[in-house]
């Protein structure tokens, strides 16, 4: 059972960056499909985006197309999600989940799997 760790998060002003992390413990990330979710305070969680462990195709959110981007480093079995031009609609928990039972649009939109703890992302002046 993969083991995962986000880290990143913080408090960003409008219009700013941020890189977050997902490290992974206990298997190796390269058969693994990532995603990363968010939850905002009284919403759903949802899908921002993922990355396949086979040809590296990635999903995003329309929300966050063209901001953020999603990509992994099998050597240091890590998948990071990097932010930019943040809002305040993109202040949430963010999780990152693992299945090793393939990529589909389905885990991109819910995940499923092994999860995080989270990491918290305040877009705020």
């Known amino acids: 059972q993969v083991q995962l760790v986000e880290s990143g998060g913080g408090l960003v002003q409008p219009g700013g960056s941020l890189r977050l992390s997902c490290a992974a413990s206990g298997a190796t990330l390269d058969y693994y499909a990532i995603g990363w979710f968010r939850q905002a305070s009284g919403k759903e969680r949802e899908g921002v985006s993922c990355?396949?462990?086979?040809?590296?195709?990635?999903y995003y959110a329309d929300s966050v197309k063209g901001r953020f981007t999603i990509s992994r480093d099998n050597a240091k079995n890590t998948v990071y999600l990097q932010m930019n031009n943040l809002k305040p609609e993109d202040t949430a928990v963010y999780s990152c989940?693992?299945?090793?039972?393939?990529?589909?649009?389905?885990?991109?939109?819910?995940?499923?799997?092994?999860w995080g703890q989270g990491t918290q992302v305040t877009v705020s002046s």
């Open positions: 990355i396949s462990s086979s040809d590296g195709s990635t």
């Open positions: 989940a693992a299945t090793d039972v393939g990529w589909s649009p389905y885990f991109c939109s819910v995940g499923f799997g092994s």
